[in-house]
């Protein structure tokens, strides 16, 4: 089992940048594919992006890819995901996940075992 806590968000200005950080407890982080879904106000959760175990794969939705860089330290039990050029349209609540199955996570909220509680990420226009 993993517990998953999301740090990092904040309010930023349309075109700024934000650093998310998920660190993971347990000696097993290496063993999960992770990725980050957002969910704005009245929406359901969406994918964002997606990292391998190894963290050699990436894998990103279009809305955010050539923005958004997701990445890991297997060795700080850490993911983070760096949000350049940020848009009002990016304003949500973020999450990590975590996978067991999967060397490199889908796009499909189902298919992810643990989740973070959530950080809020406002752009202002």
């Known amino acids: 089992q993993v517990q998953l806590v999301e740090s990092g968000g904040g309010l930023v200005q349309a075109g700024g940048s934000l650093r998310l950080s998920c660190a993971a407890s347990?000696?097993?982080?290496?063993?999960?594919?992770m990725a980050w879904f957002r969910q704005a106000p009245g929406k359901g959760r969406h994918f964002v992006a997606a990292v391998s175990r190894s963290g050699l794969s990436t894998s990103y939705s279009d809305s955010v890819k050539g923005r958004f860089t997701i990445s890991r330290d297997n060795a700080q039990n850490t993911m983070y995901l760096q949000m350049n050029s940020l848009k009002p349209e990016d304003a949500a609540v973020y999450f990590c996940?975590?996978?067991?199955?999967?060397?490199?996570?889908?796009?499909?909220?189902?298919?992810?075992?643990?989740w973070g509680q959530g950080t809020q990420v406002t752009v202002s226009s």
């Open positions: 996940a975590a996978d067991r199955r999967f060397y490199l996570g889908t796009q499909d909220k189902d298919d992810y075992d643990y």
């Open positions: 347990g000696r097993t982080f290496s063993s999960y594919a």
